[in-house]
């Protein structure tokens, strides 16, 4: 996973809407004023496990241009902050915080805490009729020691392999680990620790 993209120099206000995605049941909705800058892949069990699939895959945003937004009888609320309300927010380690549709269960993104301003979310939830941008190619698989034994990956497409993290995203997380791993005060800790 790479550093998080940085803002341009444009102002994200006069920027186009160029990506939605939504959830399953539509009570969730995304919209983005970038194209993701990269797309990751991973397969580690806790991937697998809540997509029911041999794979998640994930594209990373700068926070400043996606916006969240909850759909509901009385109107659409615009999600600010932590996204605490109408998302439900779930650990499987101490390293980053997971986002779920609280109605239908769509999973909806991954925050890394040593990555406070972006977000990786998930791709299944953007709406093809609504991507007006073009997408990066695959740029690596991450946790490929955990990879679904019955599933190859494509030898053909391209991106890199990686037993774990990639080096630059190991390298941030020791560096955060480094600093007393901050948590967010706000959520429950998380049920186990995470070993780099």
């Known amino acids: 996973m790479d550093p998080t993209p940085s803002p341009s120099e444009l102002h994200q206000d ?5 990506l ?3 959830c399953l049941c539509g009570v969730v909705h995304l919209e983005s004023k970038m ?15 809540a997509s029911g699939n ?9 926070n400043d241009y996606i916006q969240w937004s909850i759909v509901s009888s009385t109107g659409t609320k615009h ?34 805490h040593c990555r406070p301003d972006g977000t990786s979310i998930t791709t299944g939830i953007f709406d093809n ?33 990686h037993g774990g993290f990639n080096e630059p995203f190991t390298r941030r997380l020791q560096e955060w680990s480094s600093k007393g ?9 998380p049920p186990f620790n995470f070993k780099l």
């Open 14 to 18: 006069s920027l186009p809407v160029v």
């Open 20 to 22: 939605r995605g939504s």
């Open 35 to 49: 194209a993701p800058e990269s797309i990751t892949i991973c397969h580690c069990r806790e991937c697998r496990k």
């Open 54 to 62: 041999p794979f998640l895959a994930f594209g990373l945003f700068h």
């Open 79 to 112: 999600l600010l902050g932590d996204l605490a309300e109408g998302i439900k927010l779930t650990y499987y380690s101490d390293v980053a915080v997971r986002g779920w549709c609280s109605r239908c269960g769509t999973p909806l993104f991954m925050k890394y």
């Open 129 to 161: 009729e609504h991507v007006a941008a073009s997408l990066p190619p695959i740029k690596e698989h991450i946790f490929v020691k955990d990879k679904a034994s019955w599933w190859d990956i494509p030898s053909n497409d391209g991106a890199a392999r």
């Open 181 to 189: 791993r901050p948590q967010r005060l706000d959520l429950p800790p």
